[in-house]
């Protein structure tokens, strides 16, 4: 038998998310990182599969390649629906890559219709008449604005996604949510019969994402956040459980590797500095100006990482972020930033790392793609979204690592998420 579920996600720690809120509603879950190379198509012991893209911030068109090739691999893998995840502060430019993607996937589905909702209660974000709030403030009011690489500054979803797509954009409104999964469907047709392509989903309590995910049932296409997995596996008769989230017993020494400059990082690192535990600052310009910054952030971790865990770091605030894209621009130092964290990765690993905390979403996928890590087993919830996993590394040890969006988590984040693992080992 195929897979029921076949999920593409934008980015990896997007990945890990939508993969443990299936986990948690009772899938067995298989995290790849990539597409799997042709010939892998083996009958898999998984009722759903994550592909992990990083294709959240890269050119539209690449980023409809990568998402058709996931899509061919989960068809033949038999997947009876396809979820497209993006994130839950639905992260794009005019130019997508939500719209492109969704529109791309829909042709080769050869659908005439999708839902698409960021929701995701548990962490803050609700869609209410089309417009996003991250926790009580509209998303064009939150450090989202000030996103380096993706600001969001409009919060009406209707119009954010009509800018990204030729097709038709509605919106099915928190009353019709409210009024249950029949309500709904009868809204999704009268919508495609106005030739509606994509209909925004109002969304504020997991129990109107339980609704929805009844709704859906049949869609080829659900197009979400990774809230939206809380309500879809109980179409298959999926029960929720913590029986799938058991990992090995984790060894090692701990660091933290943190690219993510979101508000909720920030206060993660500060809470961290300010407990006098040892931290190392990646200053992007020194970087760009040859200083051998990986080297340094090494022996520091030398010094240190028999002591505890180590945060080595570039997250700023919004200000000095600013002024490293003014000299050195927006994307560049962003590439140059994802390449130092993962090149001091692959150093902590040389050194025995093996319980590794990686905080952002493009920075996740710098430091998986440099570790030769390709697959991810979810285990146990550190916070709403964010799994503890364990990866196979290419000399046979296993990694405990979490890939943490940049605005996941509390403020002591860095040391909670070693105290779970101490705790799944007593
Ligand atoms: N000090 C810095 N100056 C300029 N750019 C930086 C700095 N620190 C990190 N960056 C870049 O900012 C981007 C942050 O993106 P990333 O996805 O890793 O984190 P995030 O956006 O906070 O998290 P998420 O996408 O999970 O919400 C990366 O490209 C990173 O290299
Ligand atoms: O949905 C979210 O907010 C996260 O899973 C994410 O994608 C952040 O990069």
Redesign the pocket.
């Known amino acids: 038998m195929g897979i029921r579920l076949g999920c593409i996600a934008d ?1 990896f ?1 997007g990945a890990t998310d939508l993969a443990n809120n299936l986990v948690r509603a009772g899938m067995r879950v298989v995290q790849t990182i990539g597409v799997p190379p042709a010939g892998a198509e083996q009958p898999m012991d998984a009722d759903a599969v994550v592909i992990a893209l990083k294709s959240r911030t890269i050119p539209a068109t690449d980023a409809v390649d990568a998402s058709l090739r996931a899509l061919a691999w989960l068809r033949s893998m038999g997947a009876e629906q396809i979820y497209f995840k993006y ?1 839950s502060t639905f ?1 794009s430019t005019p130019a997508g890559n939500i719209g492109p993607v969704t529109e791309a996937l829909m042709d080769a589905l050869g659908t005439d219709f999708t839902i698409a909702t960021p929701a995701f209660p548990d962490n803050g974000r609700t869609v209410f008449k089309g417009h996003l709030f991250v926790g009580d403030v509209l998303l064009s009011d939150s450090g989202m604005r000030h ?3 993706t600001p969001m500054t409009d919060s009406n979803l209707v119009s954010v996604l009509g800018a990204q797509t030729t097709r038709a954009v509605g919106l099915i409104d928190h009353r019709v949510v409210a009024d249950g999964a029949e309500a709904i469907r009868a809204r999704i047709d009268a919508l495609r019969e106005d030739g509606v392509g994509m209909a925004v989903v109002d969304a504020v309590s997991n129990d109107d994402l339980v609704r929805l995910g009844a709704a859906v049932q049949g869609l080829p296409l659900v197009t979400a956040g990774s809230g939206l997995a809380i309500g879809l596996p109980a179409n298959w008769d999926f029960k929720p459980s913590s029986a799938a989230a058991r990992l090995p017993q984790a060894g090692g020494r701990r660091a933290i590797v943190s ?4 508000v909720a ?1 920030n206060r993660q690192v500060l809470q961290y500095l300010r407990s006098g535990r040892p931290a190392y600052s990646v200053d ?1 310009l020194r970087v760009a100006a040859g200083e051998d910054v990986v080297g340094q952030a090494l022996s520091f971790a030398d010094a240190h990482l028999d002591d505890g865990p180590v945060l080595l770091y ?3 605030s919004p200000d ?2 600013r002024t ?2 003014g000299r050195l621009g927006a994307a560049e ?2 590439e140059l ?2 390449q130092t964290l993962a090149r001091i990765a692959e150093g902590l690993v040389e050194r025995g790392v093996r319980q590794l905390v990686v905080a ?4 996740s996928g710098a430091v998986v793609q440099a570790l030769g890590i390709t697959g991810l087993r979810i285990g146990p919830q550190i916070a709403p979204g964010v799994p503890w996993c364990a990866a196979p590394l290419p000399g046979g040890d296993t990694l405990h690592i979490t890939l943490k ?3 996941f988590g509390g403020p002591d984040f860095f040391t909670t998420s070693f105290a779970l693992l101490d705790e799944e080992a007593s």
């Open positions: 980015d720690t994130c992260d996103h380096p690489l690219g993510s400059v979101s990082t992007p570039s997250t700023e000095m972020v490293v894209q130092a962003g930033v994802e952002g979403g493009e920075t969006s940049g605005n």
